[in-house]
T-cell receptor, first 111, second 111 residues
Framework: EAAVTQSPRSKVAVTGGKVTLSCHQTNNHDYMYWYRQDTGHGLRLIHYSYVADSTEKGDIPDGYKASRPSQENFSLILELASLSQTAVYFC??????????FGAGTRLSVL | QQKVQQSPESLSVPEGGMASLNCTSSDRNFQYFWWYRQHSGEGPKALMSIFSDGDKKEGRFTAHLNKASLHVSLHIRDSQPSDSALYFCAASFNNNNAPRFGAGTKLTVKP
């Protein structure tokens, strides 16, 4: 079965601090995505990548950066964390049929 | 405004009953649809995809798509307590476009 591993599983950050969320996949998939989940909003697309060393903006990219140093790894970076970025973050990779395989998520609390 | 709307927000059915979940799109360019299920504390997992008008059945789950009305539904027969979860509808323009998700329907199956 496809495997997507996220780290850390949870994190507490201070307002204005830098946060890096990591994602590793062993599926040999080209496409990878970052979504955030908030109650009442479902999953919203932040950034995605279809090839190493290239990233694209999703629907809510403000305040986030992404990095894809290799096919297997995709990171989400919050340079200046804010209270509004408290959420659960999911990384996913996709098959040729565009079905997503999600990681277990990272619960981020910004205080 | 989200381009994928789901109803109802929450739904409770008795064990063995039928659960019906709905999804509509405000963007006629969406052509590919999925249903995902998320149990508490886990990442979403794909249940089924539907790309053509009509019904698609997989075990106890049946999806129905009507592209003309931009409506897709999911019906779960013989609902089990293990079906209790958050159900997401997702849609994309084509096989390469990043899927967009609705806000979800919380299903509770009561023993």
């Amino acid at each position: 079965e496809a495997a997507v591993t996220q780290s850390p599983r949870s994190k507490v950050a201070v307002t204005g601090g830098k946060v890096t969320l990591s994602c590793h996949q062993t599926n040999n998939h080209d496409y990878m995505y970052w979504y955030r989940q908030d109650t009442g909003h479902g999953l919203r697309l932040i950034h995605y990548s279809y090839v190493a060393d290239s990233t694209e903006k999703g629907d809510i990219p403000d305040g986030y950066k992404a990095s894809r140093p290799s096919q297997e790894n995709f990171s989400l970076i919050l340079e200046l964390a804010s209270l509004s970025q408290t959420a659960v973050y999911f990384c996913a990779s996709r098959t040729g049929q565009n079905t997503l395989y999600f990681g277990a998520g990272t619960r981020l609390s910004v205080l | 405004q989200q381009k994928v709307q789901q109803s109802p927000e929450s739904l409770s059915v008795p064990e063995g009953g039928m659960a019906s979940l709905n999804c509509t799109s405000s963007d006629r360019n969406f052509q590919y649809f999925w249903w995902y299920r998320q149990h508490s504390g886990e990442g979403p997992k794909a249940l089924m995809s539907i790309f053509s008008d009509g019904d698609k059945k997989e075990g106890r789950f049946t999806a129905h798509l009507n592209k003309a009305s931009l409506h897709v539904s999911l019906h779960i027969r013989d609902s089990q307590p293990s079906d209790s979860a958050l159900y997401f509808c997702a849609a994309s323009f084509n096989n390469n476009n990043a899927p967009r998700f609705g806000a979800g329907t919380k299903l509770t199956v009561k023993p």
